[in-house]
C-alpha cells in the first residue's frame, strides 16, 4: 500500500491535520468527511481525506 493509500486511526488523522480528534469525528458526521468502518472502528485513506480537504477549499476574490 502505498503512503497516500495507508489507513489512518482517527488520533493519527487528528496529528496529521494538527486538530483535535473531536474536530475530526465533527468532520466526519457533521461534514461529510470519508472514512471506512472496519467492524467498531474508524479508519480513514489519507487520498481520499487529502482529496476531499481539496474540494472543501474557499477561494475569494
Request: no cysteine; proline share 2%.
Amino acid at each position: 500500500m502505498s503512503d497516500t493509500n495507508r489507513l489512518l486511526s482517527e488520533k493519527e488523522l487528528a496529528q496529521m491535520l494538527g486538530i483535535t480528534t473531536f474536530m475530526v469525528r465533527k468532520m466526519r458526521t457533521q461534514k461529510g468527511l470519508p472514512f471506512i468502518r472496519a467492524g467498531f472502528r474508524i479508519f480513514y485513506r489519507e487520498q481520499s481525506v487529502r482529496n476531499w480537504l481539496n474540494s472543501q477549499e474557499t477561494r475569494v476574490s
